[in-house]
């Protein structure tokens, strides 16, 4: 549907204005001028008479009334925010001519082409900045925005104008599908807390009857456990809680009773038996009878008293003589064997005047293998395992210190459980910071030894360390030599978190360490920010450089060097129960190695 505001599309005199059809109350005319430009009479201008003389003149008739229209955007829908739905828009708009030569000059033969391109470029640019679930908000931007009236350069005023917007049918249909989803997981949600509310509701029920069951079943311990359960006593436990089964339980009681006076006099027979045997082969005599009854029969000799053979002067003699006493088994005399030379250590040699723990005069042996109890049985440490915690303790590991602390109990709750590695293992525990210093000195841990406190300090120095181990290891291994006869290479853990602050200093104490014919196996660990390639500088051999990957905290990169630190402990300590000086690390999931690192 067009709207055209000019009543007739060529010029007709003023005289035929009357013949043109629906002609409106509220109109203007407009002449065009003979020298150019144009002339407009309107009602409250002009005169009759000037009506009048001028009816000659050729004109066109401009509408000057107020027009309503109301159309939908269909062709150049409104896209929301997301660029992917849109907003259907219908706009209500009012219009009326403010310059009829305007109107003419543009000879528009449709008003609405200039009324809703200009209304649609006022519109898309908030439209877009709106979801689509935010119609409502967005219409009231829109319509907050357009400040009528509006006057076009085509003549024409806009002074009414409501748009109203809503989703198209695909976003509609959009909406209802996210909607009908958060309910559906609104009503999973609550679904669940109801049958997760259920289950433990059911579980505490289930272990209140559980706890009954309990302590039913410790009060009827208890309460067996005041009864004397042989045979007489069970049959009158029963006869108590069954006394209807009177005939069938005294029928039990005479059986029993007839069984067991039936045995005892079986038993007295064989003992007068062996008696007159050994009176016979001469192994007793008849004056020892009265010794033999107290100290071989028994009880039992008394009944026998009568049955036994004497002689003359028997009683007499018999009463006159202490009673036999019994023999002790002649005890098994040890055979003597070879001792079997100690194993040579893997490195650094053994005193020649060293013996195997087994060969020490001061060793409690066993008689003989069948006097062994089962606790010897446990496996006894063929060499010592020396093993050196390194930790660093600067301002770069200040937030896991903590965690270190927990790792060194986990380490001695490990070997206090495992008195077969605890046997071989000694321990020390290192801090450094600006200083190095000896928290623990090397020792076999129990559960007895107290876990240092970890205090830590400003710098980072690495050199400090390194001479320090560089003093104690040598001195402590040939000290762990006059124990054992096997010693195996030294393990040192060093845990770094921070960069070193002294230069290039620490690599000349490093190879001086790794230098000495004691130098130990050091596994090194980088957890936070500490350079990887520092890291695997320090490790001897390479491949013992491992580091937590690189996004993981300091309290996970500390849990992950607290299984190394126990697996490779355990591994150590067995090794050398077993004999052996290998070194394997039993790398955790989360610590990566560093053995291509430049």
Not at 286 to 304: I, K, T
Request: some cysteine; charged content about 25%.
């Amino acid at each position: 549907m067009t709207v055209s505001l000019i009543l007739n599309n060529r010029p007709v005199q003023r005289a035929q204005l009357g013949t043109l059809p629906n002609l409106p109350p509220n109109f203007a005319v407009v002449y065009p001028l003979d020298g150019g430009g144009w002339e407009v009479e309107t009602p409250k201008h002009r005169t009759m008479t000037q009506r009048w003389l001028g009816k000659h003149k050729l004109c066109y008739v401009v509408d000057l009334g107020d027009h309503r229209r109301t159309a939908k955007l269909t062709k150049t829908p409104l896209t929301c925010k997301d660029q992917a739905h849109r907003f259907e828009a219908t706009i209500d708009v009012g219009f009326r001519v403010h310059d009829p030569v305007a109107v003419v000059r543009g000879n528009l033969p449709d008003v609405l082409r200039v009324v809703y391109p200009y209304l649609i470029s006022k519109i898309r640019p908030h439209a877009a900045q709106f979801a689509i679930e935010e119609a409502f908000e967005a219409q009231a931007r829109v319509n907050g925005v357009l400040a009528l009236p509006i006057p076009l350069p085509e003549g024409i005023t806009l002074y009414y104008c409501d748009v109203q917007l809503e989703p198209d049918e695909a976003a509609r249909e959009f909406i209802r599908s996210r909607t009908k989803a958060g309910r559906d997981s609104e009503i999973g949600r609550l679904q669940h807390k109801a049958a997760v509310g259920d289950t433990r509701h059911q579980e505490v029920i289930e272990d209140i009857r559980q706890e009954a069951r309990i302590e039913r079943d410790k009060r009827e311990r208890a309460a067996l456990a005041a009864v004397r359960l042989d045979f007489r006593s069970l049959v009158l436990e029963h006869l108590a809680k069954h006394p209807d089964d009177t005939e069938r339980a005294m029928d039990l009681l005479m059986r029993w009773e007839e069984g067991r006076r039936a045995q005892a006099l079986d038993q007295e027979q064989r003992q007068v038996e062996m008696v007159r045997y050994m009176i016979d082969k001469g192994i007793v005599r008849e004056v020892d009878l009265p010794g033999l009854r107290e100290g071989v029969l028994g009880p039992s000799a008394g009944l026998m008293g009568g049955m036994l053979p004497s002689g003359a002067g028997a009683p007499a003699a018999a009463q006159a003589l202490p009673p036999v006493a019994r023999s002790a088994p002649p005890a098994s005399t040890p055979t003597s064997s070879a001792p079997t030379p100690p194993p040579t250590p893997p490195w650094g040699g053994t005193r020649p005047d060293a013996t195997a723990p087994a060969q020490r005069p001061d060793a409690a042996q066993p008689a003989s293998p069948q006097d062994a109890s089962p606790q010897d049985a446990r496996p006894v440490a063929v060499g010592l395992a020396p093993v050196y915690v390194v930790l660093d303790t600067s301002a770069a590991a200040a937030r896991c210190v903590s965690q270190l602390h927990d790792a060194l109990r986990s380490l001695q709750t490990l070997l206090a459980n495992s008195p077969d590695v605890t046997s071989a293992v000694r321990l020390s525990v290192l801090t450094f910071s600006d200083t190095a210093d000896v928290r623990m000195p090397l020792t076999q841990v129990t559960w007895q030894t107290g876990i240092p406190d970890l205090p830590t300090g400003n710098g980072c120095r690495y050199e400090p360390v390194f001479q320090r181990l560089l003093e104690l290891v040598p001195l402590e291994t040939e000290r762990l030599k006059q124990q054992a006869a096997r010693v195996n290479r030294p393990t040192v853990f060093f845990l770094a978190a921070g960069d070193p602050t002294d230069g290039g200093q620490w690599q000349a104490a490093h190879l001086r360490l790794m230098q000495h014919q004691y130098r130990p196996n050091i596994v090194a660990c980088g957890i936070g920010a500490v350079d990887r390639r520092t890291v695997a500088r320090i490790a001897s051999p390479a491949e013992f450089a491992v580091a937590a990957q690189p996004h993981a905290d300091l309290a996970q990169a500390t849990a992950q060097f607290s299984m190394l630190l126990q697996n490779t402990v355990l591994h150590l300590g067995r090794s050398a129960v077993a004999g052996s000086s290998e070194l394997r690390l039993e790398r955790p999931q989360g610590l990566i190695t560093l053995e291509d690192v430049d």
